[in-house]
């Protein structure tokens, strides 16, 4: 139990510190001898851990993910309208998802050979989303704020057409990032499609 509980704070420590190093200088600029020298680890030390970055990379986006979902779900605990729990969730969604993009910064042909370990983070964390929404929008029906007849359809309907918004902002690029204006661009048009999606629930 101590052993696995030294091991579990040393990944915890490893995460944490490329975390940072990724959110400072992107995923491509940070190499393995780099994150074992500020841990003052040996080299060997740190691939005990990790296999390679990659897999640290996949750790320290779960973790991002998993801090994201517990800040959503305690604000929208606290928050006692429907329309407010989706309009904050998406504010905040975006905040991640530009938080994301910085911490990798990835040249498009590296991002095509990783697309496996986003494609495993992205479907776990799709699922979390969908419970957050699903709860939100069964609380709408519930309060009769939103008329919906099948809430896990529209709950998936609405997360697609949000991915579909992001992913139209960073398509023909040579780099997944996004300059501040590009960001409050998406922002204003997510705030705009989110509130016709409100509406377009709500009794008349």
Do not use: C, W
């Not at 500020?38 to 691939?47: G, I, T």
């Not at 007849?149 to 040579?174: H, N, P, Q």
Request: glycine share 2%.
């Amino acid at each position: 139990m101590e052993e696995n509980n030294k091991t579990i704070n040393k990944v915890d420590q490893i995460t944490g510190v490329a975390q940072k190093l990724f959110g400072m200088y992107g995923l491509e600029k940070v190499s393995m001898i780099e994150i074992a020298s500020e841990l003052h680890l040996s080299k060997a030390s740190l691939y005990y851990y990790f296999p390679d970055k990659e897999s640290i990379y996949k750790a320290v986006l779960e973790k991002e993910q998993a801090e994201f979902i517990n800040r959503i779900s305690d604000k929208i605990r606290r928050i006692n309208n429907p329309e407010k729990m989706l309009s904050d969730y998406v504010t905040m969604r975006l905040e991640y998802f530009s938080r994301l993009l910085n911490l990798s910064r990835l040249r498009m042909e590296v991002y095509s050979d990783m697309k496996p370990v986003f494609r495993e983070v992205t479907r776990l964390f799709k699922e979390k989303e969908m419970s957050v929404v699903i709860d939100i929008f069964r609380l709408g029906t519930e309060r009769k704020i939103f008329r919906i007849d099948d809430i896990e359809m529209t709950a998936s309907l609405f997360l697609e057409l949000l991915k579909g918004l992001r992913v139209s902002i960073i398509t023909d690029r040579r780099t997944l990032i996004i300059d501040k204006m590009e960001y409050n661009s998406l922002v204003e048009r997510t705030k705009a499609f989110t509130k016709i999606f409100i509406n377009g629930l709500k009794y008349k």
